[in-house]
């Protein structure tokens, strides 16, 4: 079965400071993985997915992600955080003849001024 | 842009009450999913619907039922709620004609089981 870890709940940042957040799968062959965003009480939008392709991937909100094989891994970068990035971020996957996603713990990011 | 629509945004329940979750999609999507969302757990599924007609369980099935009413509605209803069940509740749906694609997400209902 497919799974996905995230192993940071809380990552804390300054404004203006680089970010990086993790995320594993656990699946054969190459998955559709999925970066989302939550914002405080509103649902999850998409920032970017990865389906094949160009290992590094550009989404909204200048918002960027790489897929490594070698690691299992599809890590969430941003050069400079803004204070509105602050929300929670979820990496999902769905792999073989599924379609449904399956969702990591999330991340929740906290940007200090 | 409606998008997906849930109601209602807010449930205050006693414990053995029954209600339903109502959600609505405008985007002509084929499948629909209810998830809930508790601290540390990430997204579960509960229940999805492929297309009309059809309903599979998920992952915490357990005190759910659903309904796909038509192409745009799919409703989840709590028959006997528990203290068990407070939580988020997320509707999303997806277009997957052409394969695995993006969800869309309501904005959630917060239940609250007394």
């Known amino acids: 079965a497919q799974s996905v870890t995230q192993p940071d709940i809380h990552i804390t940042v300054s404004e203006g400071a680089s970010l990086e957040l993790r995320c594993n799968y656990s699946?054969?062959?190459?998955?559709?993985l999925f970066w989302y965003v939550q914002s405080p009480g509103q649902g999850l939008q998409l920032l970017l997915k990865?389906?094949?392709?160009?290992?590094l991937v550009q989404g909204i909100k200048g918002f960027e992600a790489e897929f490594k094989r070698s690691q299992s891994s599809f890590n969430l970068r941003k050069p400079s955080v803004h204070w509105s990035d602050a929300a929670e971020y979820f990496c999902?996957?769905?792999?073989?003849?599924?379609?449904?996603?399956?969702f990591g713990r999330g991340t929740s990011l906290i940007v200090h001024p | 842009n409606a998008g997906v629509t849930q109601t209602p945004k807010f449930q205050v329940l006693k414990t053995g009450q029954s209600m339903t979750l109502q959600c609505a999609q405008d985007?002509?999507?084929?499948?629909m999913y209810w998830y809930r969302q508790d601290p540390g757990m990430g997204l579960r599924l509960i229940y999805y619907?492929?297309?009309?007609?059809?309903?599979d369980k998920g992952e915490v099935p357990n005190g759910y039922n659903v309904s796909r009413l038509n192409k745009r509605e799919f409703s989840l209803r709590l028959e006997s709620a528990a203290p068990s069940q407070t939580s988020v509740y997320f509707c999303?749906?997806?277009?997957?004609?052409?394969?695995?694609?993006?969800?869309?997400f309501g904005s959630g209902t917060q239940l609250s089981v007394l």
């Open positions: 999303a749906s997806s277009d997957r004609s052409g394969g695995p694609e993006k969800l869309f």
């Open positions: 699946y054969g062959a190459t998955p559709y």
């Open positions: 990865y389906f094949s392709g160009d290992t």
């Open positions: 999902a996957v769905i792999s073989g003849g599924s379609y449904i996603p399956t």
């Open positions: 985007m002509n999507h084929n499948s």
């Open positions: 619907s492929a297309s009309e007609g059809t309903t």
